[in-house]
T-cell receptor
Framework: KAGVTQTPRYLIKTRGQQVTLSCSPI?????VSWYQQTPGQGLQFLFE???????NKGNFPGRFSGRQFSNSRSEMNVSTLELGDSALYLC??????????????FGEGSWLTVV | AQSVSQHNHHVILSEAASLELGCNYS??????LFWYVQYPGQHLQLLLK??????LVKGIKGFEAEFIKSKFSFNLRKPSVQWSDTAEYFC??????????????FGKGTHLIIQP
């Protein structure tokens, strides 16, 4: 069974640009969540989607957005990039979402560098 | 808001030593608890999880953790570490409030180095 797949793995963007990251969950999983990992702040919850609906959003500005498609694939978008957005963005999937007793599986992440 | 505290940011042990990594959380309601490991160059992997039942949970690779509700703690243990246990370890909590829709709250992580 394929794991959580994230694309692209590495990218460099310029301040002010926008970026879209993609995540394909494990087959059969309906929940996708996104996390940001930085050396200073550690792992922080961005948002979670279940059946195309955002269940909750972490404490991030409106520049961070996401969506989920009918096949459970998800994208996250960051607009007007800032230097501080440089981070590893992790996608995680589970059958029914956090808090349900399911194991949450993480992808390898997308490394974003903003210059 | 819930928070997670991992007491040791860096731990260095010799092979065969016993390991205990501390984790405390700050939420008074029902919680789900996890330990994840991130080996160098690899993605986060689940070591073990606690949702209910026996507070002593066993995970992969000989790891175990004990949930002590009165102390808001979920410490990770291993009786004898190996060089291959060198990795970053993260404790995470998810509250049962709102059906767990608040995502996982992670600790800052503990960087474990095992010396051969």
């Amino acid at each position: 069974k394929a794991g959580v797949t994230q694309t692209p793995r590495y990218l460099i963007k310029t301040r002010g640009q926008q970026v879209t990251l993609s995540c394909s969950p494990i087959s059969g999983h309906r929940s996708v969540s996104w996390y940001q990992q930085t050396p200073g702040q550690g792992l922080q919850f961005l948002f979670e989607y279940f059946s195309e609906t955002q269940r909750n959003k972490g404490n991030f500005p409106g520049r961070f957005s996401g969506r989920q498609f009918s096949n459970s694939r998800s994208e996250m978008n960051v607009s007007t990039l800032e230097l501080g957005d440089s981070a590893l963005y992790l996608c995680a999937s589970s059958p029914q979402g956090t808090g349900t007793g399911n194991t949450i599986y993480f992808g390898e992440g997308s490394w974003l560098t903003v210059v | 808001a819930q928070s997670v505290s991992q007491h040791n940011h860096h731990v260095i042990l010799s092979e065969a030593a016993s390991l205990e990594l501390g984790c405390n959380y700050s939420y008074g309601g029902t919680v789900n608890l996890f330990w994840y490991v991130q080996y160098p160059g690899q993605h986060l992997q689940l070591l073990l999880k606690y949702f209910s039942g026996d507070p002593l949970v066993k995970g992969i690779k000989g790891f175990e953790a004990e949930f002590i509700k009165s102390k808001f703690s979920f410490n990770l243990r291993k009786p004898s570490v190996q060089w291959s246990d060198t990795a970053e370890y993260f404790c995470a909590v998810n509250s049962d409030e709102r059906g767990g829709a608040d995502g996982l709250t992670f600790g800052k992580g503990t960087h474990l180095i095992i010396q051969p």
